[in-house]
């Protein structure tokens, strides 16, 4: 049993040479490694990459990414987000993710934090006991269309079964869907950016002032260019993660009211779902229109179902709650390893997309 740690620094030549074999296992895709490169948070010297070899043989690996949080000082601290895991399946329960994940441990000092995690992957995370919960975040998935077979296809294997009875609950929403309204331009004007203005790019450094993570306009630029996702042909790849997508797609929009006063969502469309990693408003009078533009947005992208966890949005959304065929309680969960939790500050803002989540949607 071989372990190899891999740094930012000698990432792109070590996955170059170790899948050079068009049937190798890519712990990191070419988008990923990408992003990772590019990450404005991260060192040359973090260790992002471990992976475990049997006889030459990859067979497990872990891949990491560099953030900080910042205290109540305002200072960073540099930490790594837990963010792949991967075991062959010829090699489960015997351990490795578990060895994967004391490197870790080791590499970085215990200054380790995840969520949006798999199951298996916070089984591993919970044997240890070093991972108390950090902070939950309400939430709610909001169901405008019918997606049992994205949902329960894999899970209940009759895919045409389900395929049929989505298309005739939703043949039967079209027309009620068509009908629902935009938002008033008097009211509230509402326009599609292709990047952030000089004034919203410092009201989101005033409002990322409570954050724990306070992530602004270098690291909003490196989210948009460097995505994990992408609706491009791209080769098929022996990867363990999502990379290709028959829709992926960053949306900004930004609301202003007839007082000046500016709101900001990002939207990001994922094949049927749509997410809000991040959200800021100047004037809660914004929330109300913000709201019906999620819902005329979902409509006219064929979109499923979203996830939304900003207390505020939810509260609006529920007022059309008589558009929706159902919604359900979905919270988001963030654990810090022992070794940091305590001095992590409470109560600050925390967004969807903090962590990985807003490469993915």
Same mark, same amino acid.
């Not at 992976?51 to 497990?60: D, G, H, P, T």
């Given at each position: 049993?071989?372990?190899?740690?891999?740094?930012?620094?000698?990432?792109?030549?070590?996955?170059?040479?170790?899948?050079?074999?068009?049937?190798?296992?890519?712990?990191?895709?070419?988008?990923?490694?990408?992003?990772?490169?590019?990450?404005?948070?991260?060192?040359?010297?973090?260790?992002?990459?471990?992976?475990?070899?049997?006889?030459?043989?990859?067979?497990?690996?872990?891949?990491?990414?560099?953030?900080?949080?910042?205290? %109540?000082? =305002?200072?960073?601290?540099?930490? +790594?987000?837990?963010?792949?895991? $991967?075991?062959?399946? !010829?090699?489960? #329960?015997? /351990?490795?993710?578990?060895?994967?994940?004391?490197?870790?441990?080791?590499?970085?000092?215990?200054?380790?934090?995840?969520?949006?995690?798999?199951?298996?992957?916070?089984?591993?995370?919970?044997?240890?006991?070093?991972?108390?919960?950090?902070?939950?975040?309400?939430?709610?998935?909001?169901?405008?269309?019918?997606?049992?077979?994205?949902?329960?296809?894999?899970?209940?294997?009759?895919?045409?079964?389900?395929?049929?009875?989505?298309?005739?609950?939703?043949?039967?929403?079209?027309?009620?869907?068509?009908?629902?309204?935009?938002?008033?331009?008097?009211?509230?004007?509402?326009?599609? %950016?292709? =990047?952030?203005?000089?004034?919203? +790019?410092?009201?989101?450094?005033? $409002?990322?002032?409570? !954050?724990?993570? #306070?992530? /602004?306009?270098?690291?909003?630029?490196?989210?948009?260019?460097?995505?994990?996702?992408?609706?491009?042909?791209?080769?098929?790849?022996?990867?363990?993660?999502?990379?290709?997508?028959?829709?992926?797609?960053?949306?900004?929009?930004?609301?202003?009211?007839?007082?000046?006063?500016?709101?900001?969502?990002?939207?990001?469309?994922?094949?049927?779902?749509?997410?809000?990693?991040?959200?800021?408003?100047?004037?809660?009078?914004?929330?109300?229109?913000?709201?019906?533009?999620?819902?005329?947005?979902?409509?006219?992208?064929?979109?499923?179902?979203?996830?939304?966890?900003?207390?505020?949005?939810?509260?609006?959304?529920?007022?059309?709650?008589?558009?929706?065929?159902?919604?359900?309680?979905?919270?988001?969960?963030?654990?810090?390893?022992?070794?940091?939790?305590?001095?992590?500050?409470?109560?600050?803002?925390?967004?969807?997309?903090?962590?990985?989540?807003?490469?993915?949607?």
């Amino acid at each position: 049993m071989d372990i190899q740690s891999y740094t930012l620094e000698d990432l792109e030549s070590h996955l170059s040479l170790s899948t050079a074999n068009s049937n190798a296992v890519w712990p990191l895709s070419p988008l990923r490694v990408s992003s990772y490169v590019n990450n404005p948070r991260a060192e040359k010297t973090d260790c992002v990459l471990f992976e475990l070899r049997m006889e030459e043989k990859l067979v497990a690996y872990r891949t990491l990414l560099p953030d900080c949080y910042f205290d %109540l000082d =305002g200072k960073p601290h540099p930490f +790594a987000w837990l963010s792949g895991n $991967w075991v062959d399946p !010829s090699f489960r #329960r015997q /351990g490795l993710s578990t060895k994967l994940l004391q490197q870790a441990e080791a590499h970085w000092e215990g200054r380790l934090m995840y969520t949006n995690y798999a199951p298996a992957s916070k089984a591993v995370y919970d044997r240890t006991g070093q991972f108390p919960l950090l902070t939950r975040r309400e939430g709610r998935r909001f169901y405008l269309r019918a997606a049992n077979e994205e949902l329960l296809g894999e899970r209940l294997g009759s895919k045409k079964l389900l395929r049929t009875g989505d298309q005739l609950i939703n043949t039967l929403r079209k027309s009620r869907l068509q009908k629902f309204p935009h938002v008033d331009p008097d009211q509230c004007k509402v326009e599609l %950016l292709t =990047g952030l203005d000089t004034r919203l +790019a410092l009201r989101i450094s005033q $409002w990322q002032e409570q !954050s724990l993570f #306070r992530r /602004g306009e270098t690291e909003f630029s490196w989210v948009l260019n460097n995505p994990w996702v992408t609706s491009k042909k791209v080769a098929p790849l022996n990867y363990h993660f999502s990379y290709g997508s028959d829709r992926f797609e960053n949306i900004l929009v930004k609301f202003s009211l007839p007082d000046q006063s500016i709101g900001l969502a990002w939207l990001v469309l994922h094949n049927q779902s749509l997410s809000i990693p991040y959200l800021f408003v100047e004037n809660e009078e914004i929330y109300p229109f913000m709201a019906t533009e999620v819902i005329h947005r979902m409509v006219t992208q064929g979109c499923s179902y979203a996830t939304v966890r900003s207390p505020l949005l939810v509260q609006y959304l529920m007022k059309h709650q008589n558009v929706f065929l159902t919604t359900r309680n979905l919270p988001q969960q963030i654990f810090a390893h022992k070794l940091i939790s305590a001095q992590i500050p409470q109560n600050k803002t925390i967004h969807d997309g903090d962590g990985d989540v807003v490469f993915t949607g």
